[in-house]
């Protein structure tokens, strides 16, 4: 196993928190390790793989820090994206060195660091190749299929579609109509528009959609590159329509709550099975 000094691990870490510094919204933990990794200072050996966790041994180093940093309430995770919280950015300009840098944040949760476990360690990592291998997945589909999945969904929750665009379908900002009952006489009527394996959704593509949005109509609007900040700001401003917005992991985490109730074709276009780990 190849051992990081504290100032190689802060190095590691300041580069982290340098990737995120302009991204508020957040990135994917692998979206910044292939970041770090193109970073040529990185010796050779530290890009080989650990066989223990079968991750290289900078990713390892990067992983046992980022658990302190987390702790210490300078780094926020949610669903597999990681961004600066306040806290963090205060302290990234207050210890400007990479060894003061690591070693305040250690020291903020120095209990909960000495706890640290290979398990736990194991476990994190696991939750972090999960989400990469889905978010893989769910981008290798094309925009039809990536709609179906949307549609499975919503009759698992007890919509009724009426309509779902047909696959050679390229214009215009509705792809879905569903309603609360089987015959679609009950009020609201639900809108929905997919973005599909694109660039995050700015504010005017929100504002576009909301535009077709009449009297008793819900807006629905998934997009699985995500949101700007301006885009969730307009959502939340507009209350002259009720818009709600869906990225890929709110996505995924609503597909793992009604998983039990999605239909058999459903769980063959995506498959999971949860796998169980030793609690720490």
């Known amino acids: 196993m190849v051992d990081f000094t504290p100032q190689q ?57 980022l658990l302190s940093f987390e702790k210490a309430g300078w780094l926020i995770r949610e669903r597999g994206r990681w961004s600066i919280s306040e806290e963090g ?16 944040a250690t020291r903020l949760h120095e209990e909960w660091r ?12 696991a939750e972090g190749m999960a989400w990469k291998q889905l978010r893989r997945y769910l981008l290798s589909m094309n925009r039809h299929e990536f709609l179906t999945l949307v549609a499975d969904l919503m009759r698992a929750m007890g919509y009724r579609i009426s309509w779902v665009a047909p696959p050679d379908k390229t214009r215009g900002q509705i792809d879905m109509i569903a309603f609360t009952d089987p015959l679609g006489a009950n009020r609201p009527r639900i809108k929905v528009h997919i973005q599909h394996a694109g660039q995050a959704t700015l504010m005017e593509g ?4 909301a535009s077709m949005l009449s009297s008793g109509d819900v807006g629905l609007f998934v997009s699985s590159g995500g949101f700007t900040n301006s885009a969730y700001e307009l959502a939340n401003e507009r209350t002259d329509v009720q818009l709600t917005l869906i990225d890929l992991e709110g ?4 597909w793992i709550d009604y998983y039990k109730v999605l239909s058999d074709e459903a769980h063959l276009r995506l498959p999971l099975k949860p796998v169980h780990f030793l609690a720490s």
Not at 89 to 104: D, H, L, S
Not at 114 to 125: A, F
Not at 206 to 209: C, D, I, L, T
Not at 251 to 254: A, E, W
């Open 114 to 125: 000495q706890d640290i476990s290979s398990l736990t360690l194991v476990t994190e990592i």
């Open 9 to 65: 691990t802060g190095e590691l870490i300041r580069k982290f928190f340098q990737i995120l510094w302009y991204r508020p919204d957040g990135l994917p933990v692998q979206e910044i390790f292939a970041q770090i990794a193109s970073s040529s200072w990185l010796a050779e050996h530290e890009y080989e793989y650990d066989p223990e966790f079968n991750i290289s041994h900078y990713e390892r180093a990067v992983w046992s820090g």
């Open 251 to 254: 996505f995924l985490d609503l």
């Open 206 to 209: 929100v504002r576009s959609f």
């Open 89 to 104: 950015r205060q302290a990234c300009k207050r210890f400007t060195n990479a060894t003061e840098f690591y070693r305040e």
